[in-house]
């Protein structure tokens, strides 16, 4: 006989419709989620409980049928159980024992009923109201714990006189809350700690991580996020290929094309194949390989192809509209994979076959006509041509320019309305960005014209330390289709061999991007210093002193007070969490951060990134990016890119979780 189940869907007060977006935080939705985290981790474990996470807006009308129409709405097998409050907990375990016929559940509702009220507190004592449950309320308790504080903890998610009491306190029921007397701070705001704990203040690099820390993953709720990933690359397609976003990037975009292929090799490796084979279908004759591929059924875009003028360089393939620079080349590591994920080898086979020439000749590309002086380093001739756009890194490049441009009200224009104000480059920046694109075109595209006078040209650490990468995946990919690997080693190696030299920062103990035109390397505490631990690019001699920079710096590595890794190191004066490629948390960049961390020698630390990235996600759904201190998502949601590396990093934790119990069945065996 089947055992029964109970489905509990959880609507939370987020998500968009239409031109509809929801961002404010939603405490009683956030106490919903700590709960019910909480429960399936403990008291619904092994029950045949399942949870589902939606966000309400983009589903309104499905609760509201069934008379929910207050996020949060907690339903339990389709019927209403409570909206508006987070539920009473005891109450909604007795309701799942009495479906699943449970005695023993039914028993364990005492083990969450109220709490008394704390004993009288003096003035100076601390409390934190929150819940194991919850990410930022875990950051706290680690912080204050790390700075000898004693504090009182009260645990709202079972106690409910604590949220009584944390409502009389506070008006609200947001979680964490750090009360000292009658003041009171919200959220882990670690200098608004300091100030109220009396603790020296910091900015100080954070060598208090404790490695030992890893969000918790719960696998019922890893499995639904995972549907709803697969969900969010189906729904992105459009004409058989997957949209970057599916209002903000309405085309098919370089780099994101190689993670989205990714993520499809772990349940539809036809559609990984249809991707890359629809992303080089636009190479050019010379191998270079655009930026974007329009679609001329897909909603405008600005700047469209008629701002880049891509035919002028008489190498664009016919019926194809594309851009006019390219971005990382990420697509050989990304598909390598196919290798081990693709059930039907002799298929993955075909098809490496079939997209090895293209590979190479992209590759072949970059050392022809992006490395005028034979050094072993690619230039890239835009921002947006690294994929980092507005980086800290390119202020100074682009400061060199200061004509303006025709579409600077076009382009504002577009981010007025499809971005989140203060999230994109400003206007200033924009003119810029436009110049730079209207010099290339003026210049047919001659790269060997354009490389002798163009002022932005740099060499970025990040994109050449992912083509030192991807010329080692290119070698495997050779040495599988029968071609061969020799020259893509030898290249990888003289990448390798000019970033130590040339990039190679000793007074910094790690690797800097370089202004070709000013002579001169570029130097500010981004992440995308470190990459090059991903690539197996760094000497023997030089990984050691980065991991050891990366540990100290500001970039939170294994701390509580981030939800992963920052693109830019918290203690500079213009870090800016909310703002594109200056502050928040990307998933491809802590991706590579991970693999890197882990080709070190610091499992750990990897593992506390890949669980943060899927506890973000599992939590918050799949956005473009994120606030490195309150983890909440930013720019484009449903980002097709942070969909498919969150499927690579659940099949990782899944396969690495199935290996655990293999040992641990095997230790118990002997
Ligand atoms: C310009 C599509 C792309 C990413 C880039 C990211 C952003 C475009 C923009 O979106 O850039 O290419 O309009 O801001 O910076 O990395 O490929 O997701």
Redesign the pocket.
């Known amino acids: 006989m089947k055992s029964p189940t109970v489905h509990l869907t959880l609507y939370r007060h987020a998500g968009t419709f239409l031109f509809l977006k929801i961002r404010k935080r939603c405490e009683a939705c956030d106490l919903t989620y700590v709960v019910l985290s909480r429960l399936m981790a403990e008291a619904f474990q092994g029950r045949g409980v399942t949870l589902t996470i939606k966000p309400w807006l983009n589903n309104w009308w499905k609760p509201l049928w069934r008379g929910g129409w207050h996020a949060p709405i907690l339903l339990v097998n389709g019927t209403v159980f409570s909206q508006g409050v987070a539920p009473d907990v005891p109450g909604l375990i007795r309701l799942v024992a009495s479906h699943l016929n449970d005695a023993d559940l039914t028993a364990r509702a005492g083990d969450y009923s109220s709490q008394p009220r704390p004993l009288a507190l003096s003035a100076e004592a601390i409390v934190v109201y929150g819940s194991p449950a919850c990410p930022h309320c875990t950051r706290l308790i680690l912080y204050l714990e790390a700075n000898d504080v004693a504090f009182v903890l009260r645990d709202v998610s079972s106690s409910a006189m604590a949220r009584e009491e944390l409502k009389d306190s506070t008006g609200s029921l947001q979680i964490p809350v750090l009360r000292k007397g009658d003041q009171w701070i919200s959220g882990m705001d670690r200098h608004a700690v300091r100030e109220l704990a009396n603790l020296e203040s910091d900015c100080e690099p954070s060598t208090a991580a404790d490695s030992e820390y890893r969000p918790l993953i719960v696998a019922d709720q890893l499995a639904t996020t995972v549907e709803q990933a697969k969900r969010v690359l189906r729904e992105n397609q459009f004409d058989g290929q997957t949209r970057?976003?599916r209002r903000l990037?309405p085309h098919q975009?370089?780099?994101?094309t190689g993670f989205i292929a990714r993520g499809y090799l772990h349940f539809d490796a036809e559609q990984a194949y249809r991707e890359i084979r629809s992303l080089f279908r636009a190479q050019w004759s010379d191998g270079f390989l655009p930026?974007?591929v329009f679609n001329p059924n897909a909603q405008d875009h600005f700047p469209g192809p008629e701002y880049w003028q891509a035919d002028r360089s008489g190498r664009v393939p016919a019926d194809v509209s594309t851009s006019g620079i390219s971005?990382p080349p990420v697509h050989a590591t990304m598909i390598v994979a196919a290798l081990d994920l693709d059930p039907d080898k002799d298929r993955a086979l075909r098809f490496l076959n079939e997209i090895y020439p293209k590979l190479k000749a992209l590759h072949d590309f970059f050392f022809t006509h992006r490395d005028p002086r034979g050094e072993g380093l690619v230039t890239a001739v835009h921002p947006?041509e690294t994929?980092?756009?507005n980086a800290p890194l390119w202020d100074e490049p682009l400061s060199r320019i200061t004509s303006t441009s025709s579409w600077s009200r076009d382009m504002q224009r577009r981010y007025d309305e499809l971005a989140q104000h203060g999230e994109r480059p400003p206007r200033t920046y924009i003119a810029k960005y436009s110049f730079l694109v209207e010099n290339l075109f003026r210049h047919d595209y001659d790269w060997q014209a354009i490389l002798s006078r163009h002022p932005f040209q740099v060499q970025d650490i990040l994109f050449n330390a992912i083509l030192c990468r991807a010329e080692r995946d290119l070698a495997t990919i050779a040495a599988a289709v029968g071609a061969d690997s020799a020259p893509h080693i030898e290249r990888a190696v003289r990448i390798a061999r000019a970033m130590n030299a040339k990039l190679w920062n000793p007074d910094a103990d790690t690797y800097d991007s370089y202004d070709v035109v000013a002579d001169r390397h570029l130097r500010r505490e981004t992440i995308f210093s470190y990459i090059p631990l991903y690539a197996g690019c760094c000497d023997a001699d030089k990984s050691a002193p980065v991991v050891n920079r990366l540990r100290v710096r500001c970039f939170c590595l294994a701390d509580h007070n981030c939800v992963a890794v920052p693109s830019y190191d918290m203690c500079q004066a213009d870090f800016d969490g909310e703002f594109y490629?200056r502050g928040p948390v990307w998933f491809n960049i802590n991706w590579f951060l991970a693999k890197g961390l882990r080709r070190h020698d610091q499992p750990e630390l990897a593992d506390w990134i890949e669980h943060s990235l899927l506890q973000l996600a599992i939590r918050d759904g799949f956005y473009?990016y994120y606030s490195p201190e309150t983890g909440s998502g930013l720019g484009a949601s449903d980002f097709s890119?942070t969909a498919a590396l969150f499927l690579d990093l659940a099949a990782n934790w899944q396969t690495s979780r199935d290996s655990n119990d293999h040992e641990s069945k095997e230790d118990h065996i002997a």
């Open positions: 970057a976003s990037y975009w370089n780099w994101d930026h974007i971005q947006w994929g980092i756009d490629w473009e890119w």
